[in-house]
């Protein structure tokens, strides 16, 4: 670790030399910009180092969505700014379950046994697991995304990254606000505030929000419609202070989301029912999901109950200031959905994943500043309850199929190859009058997860000199984690009734007279979990406990090399607990690390800003379960959720700019280069990726304009435009296993990516009345996200989810 260290520390210094030489043309650039301008840009106000600090004077590369912004591009929650941050990933098709990627780094697993790579914080609270993070914006004032390691600040599971949601506080003066929104694809959407002063010193904010649309999917053959939104929400925060020096802030939320789940469409042609797709699937033959009809028979399903209530109290003292935070959340969630793509009752396979959480969270921070130091320091403690069940659901007409395409039935002798169909036969034959196909299946796994965290945090800035400052930052942070896992054998009621009347009339008993080898217990087995570990526990509860604990310092270095120019360089350390994996008894994580070398540029003038950062990486044990092919040589058989960590590092650059062009034209622009590849790691199927890319592309970057146009005494115009660009995956030789990277005759899953939206509003002159209409992704872009691989071996079916196509609507505000 000492030589890595050093050799990051040179590579450090002749950087910084690079960009000391870089900033010296500063002063002439800035007279220029000067001498034009005919007005400045807005200043931006950051907490992102758990102070109140300009965002040009912030070491870290930190990008800002504002209100504005958000509006423009009609975000109702983080799964649509993504496009407008530059490595930045995240997938919201399910929002029970989503997933979040910054500078390449993710957590892949949806089980409670292992958190998020990337921490989401509200007001400073941390957010826990991705089940309860994704909630629908509500009075939001800006988002901060900060980019690299976070743990001197964040504290845990930032290893990647924060993301960081300020919501506006109650105001002194009484207002309100209400908007309708209304579009395409039955879309109907409205909020309102409400915001009083009850005395002197204190306020209530009210917020309510409700969204629905029917979504763009329907039925091929019923015509209902599939996917959609039904959602409503409501906040409310009160503040009040006591005397001079004392303020409380307490606000509650609560979500309420009951919807059609994820929606997937079958891309393998399927032969005419009673026959059976073939297998293994030949990727040739996938079907183009944008081109095809949806067809479904299950009953998807996504809700989701939050609630969640905070305290904030700020308490000035003669030297500094204190801070305590406290927080409780908890939520209740289920999802359901389809894994085959199909209506085909003989193929039907789905999933499910119902969750029950419950975190509490206490800070105490200390805060002071002088002359020469700027200084936070705190305590801080987290807990957290959680329980999660993980079924698989299908029918014995499935089992069967999958029997036989697994050939064990062939090998017993029965002339059909199936086990239920073939003994239902025999039953009737014998004038038995019991059906054994058609059966409900499900396979289930329970685990409980109790975590304790405590932590304990310091961060300095010395202001060495008028233009030098040193930071130095260290949080000691200990987790433990008692987690469990029961896997109880197949549940199928009706299935076992049956099976008992046969046995007690004596059927069982006859067959093997005949010299039948089916029995009872012939036909009682799992399919969906039957990885040794599984197999060996079935019915058991097993436990472990255990405990990580990591120190994450951070080391800065900024320098101004004139009051327009800063450049910075630091050195940082993330750190993300270890885990277990939920569908795999015994296996547990060890700790993540990831080891952050940036420096960066930033210089603003008075129209125009940019920032501009170079960054190393090193990201040791990267948590993950896979899902394989428990054998390798058999081309057909049940595929299986299995623990998996690798190491990795990635170079890349990160840019953003502002430019106010005009006083009415404004342009932004912000991009991200990485180069992201694994170093020892050889995945669970056996293929060696040492030196592979990760399939992070190379590049994305995100452009907007805004011109204001003044209508005198008729109000304002404003147009916005924005465009974002990401880059094809870069496939490995291991991608085509997950379905998430590769070519076929007409699919490119991983296919670079593009979307454009547009807004035009108009403001009354007392800015009373705002209407606007929108479109998202004009040109009506739409790519494969991935495929759902589950069926692939087993049942021959494989199916894809797609991206938005194009939205549009219309939207009318009121403020008074």
């Not at 904030?312 to 959905?337: C, E, K, M, P």
């Not at 899902?627 to 081309?635: R, S």
Request: charged share 20%; with cysteine; hydrophobic share 35%.
């Amino acid at each position: 670790m000492r030589v890595k260290q050093r050799n990051l520390v040179v590579g450090l210094q002749r950087a910084m030399a690079g960009l000391m030489v870089l900033g010296a043309t500063a002063p002439a650039m800035a007279q220029s910009a000067t001498e034009d301008a005919a007005t400045t840009l807005d200043r931006i106000t950051v907490t992102a180092q758990s102070r109140q600090q300009e965002i040009q004077d912030v070491p870290i590369a930190l990008q800002v969505v504002d209100q504005n912004l958000l509006n423009d591009v009609a975000a109702e929650n983080l799964g649509d700014i993504d496009s407008l941050v530059p490595g930045l990933v995240i997938s919201a098709v399910q929002p029970t379950q989503p997933s979040f990627k910054l500078r390449g780094v993710e957590t892949d697993d949806f089980g409670i046994g292992t958190d998020p790579a990337v921490g989401i914080f509200v007001d400073g609270v941390y957010g826990g697991r991705g089940g309860g993070v994704l909630l629908p914006f509500v009075d939001v004032e800006r988002i901060e995304v900060l980019k690299g390691p976070q743990g001197t600040l964040f504290g845990r599971n930032t290893a990647a990254g924060a993301i960081s949601l300020i919501t506006r506080r109650p105001q002194s003066e009484t207002e309100a606000r209400a908007t309708v929104r209304v579009g395409n694809y039955g879309k109907k959407y409205a909020d309102a505030m409400w915001n009083i002063p009850t005395g002197d010193n204190s306020a209530l904010r009210f917020n309510a929000l409700i969204n629905t649309s029917d979504g763009w999917f329907q039925d091929g053959a019923t015509g209902k419609d599939l996917g959609g939104e039904n959602v409503w929400a409501t906040r409310a925060a009160w503040q009040t202070r006591f005397g001079d020096n004392t303020t409380a802030y307490v606000s509650w939320d609560h979500e309420s989301l009951d919807q059609n789940g994820r929606v997937t469409t079958g891309i393998v042609p399927l032969p005419a029912y009673p026959q059976r797709p073939p297998v293994p699937v030949d990727p040739d033959d996938y079907l183009d999901p944008r081109k095809i009809k949806t067809y479904s028979d299950a009953d998807n399903a996504e809700w989701r109950t939050f609630d969640g209530v905070s305290l904030i109290v700020d308490h000035a003292l003669s030297w500094g200031n204190f801070t305590s935070t406290s927080s409780w959340r908890q939520y209740d969630s289920t999802n359901h959905t389809e894994e085959d793509g199909t209506n085909r009752f003989d193929l039907y396979v789905d999933s499910k994943n119902t969750e029950n959480n419950e975190t509490f969270y206490q800070e105490f921070k200390f805060s002071g500043s002088n002359e020469r130091f700027d200084w936070v320091a705190g305590v801080s403690y987290f807990n957290e309850d959680a329980r999660q069940t993980s079924e698989v659901n299908t029918n014995t007409e499935a089992v069967d199929n999958i029997i036989r395409n697994m050939g064990v039935a062939y090998q017993l002798g029965i002339p059909d190859g199936s086990l239920f169909n073939f003994t239902s036969m025999l039953a009737q034959m014998n004038g038995i009058p019991i059906s054994l196909v058609g059966e409900k299946w499900n396979e289930r796994f329970n685990n409980t997860l109790d975590t304790t965290s405590y932590a304990a945090f310091g961060d300095v800035i010395w202001k060495a000199t008028d233009r030098l400052n040193l930071t130095f930052g260290l949080r000691y942070t200990r987790d433990e984690k008692d987690f469990s896992w029961l896997n109880t054998p197949r549940n199928a009621p009706g299935l076992e009734a049956k099976l008992g009347t046969l046995e007690a009339v004596g059927f069982f008993q006859a067959l093997a007279q005949m010299g039948i080898p089916i029995t009872r217990e012939l036909l009682t087995f799992d399919m969906a979990f039957i990885d040794p570990p599984a197999m060996a526990n079935k019915g058991k509860l097993v436990r472990d406990k255990k405990s990580w604990s990591d120190w994450s310092p951070r080391f800065v270095v900024d320098y101004h090399l004139n009051d327009d120019t800063m450049v910075f360089g630091s050195l940082a350390k993330g750190y993300k607990a270890g885990g277990f994996n939920a569908l795999q008894i015994g296996p547990a994580f060890e700790n993540e690390d990831v080891w952050n070398l940036e420096i960066g540029l930033k210089q603003s003038f008075e129209r125009f800003s940019y920032n501009v950062s170079v960054f190393h990486y090193q990201y040791d044990n990267r948590q993950a379960i896979r899902l394989i092919d428990p054998d390798p040589n058999n081309p057909v058989d049940i595929p299986v959720y299995v623990f998996d960590t690798s190491d990795l590092e990635a170079t890349g650059v990160d840019f953003d700019m502002r430019w106010k062009v005009t006083d009415g034209l404004t342009l932004d622009a912000a991009a991200e280069w990485i180069d992201s590849k694994y170093k020892n790691y050889v995945t669970p199927e056996g293929v060696d990726l040492d030196g592979a890319p990760t399939g992070e592309p190379r590049f994305s970057a995100s452009a907007g304009a805004v011109y204001l146009a003044d209508l005198g005494g008729n109000g304002q115009l404003r147009f916005s435009l924005r465009h974002a660009y990401r880059g094809a995956t870069r496939c490995n030789a291991g991608s085509d296993l997950q379905g998430d990277c590769g070519i076929s005759k007409v699919l490119n899953i991983g296919e670079s990516q593009q979307r454009t939206d547009v807004r035009v509003g108009w403001t009354s002159p007392l800015k009373h009345w705002n209407w606007a209409v929108y479109a998202n992704n004009v040109f009506d872009k739409q790519y494969v996200r991935g495929l759902n691989t589950y069926g692939h071996d087993p049942l021959g079916v494989v199916g894809a989810t797609i991206t938005d196509p194009r939205t549009y609507g219309l939207e009318m505000t009121v403020k008074f």
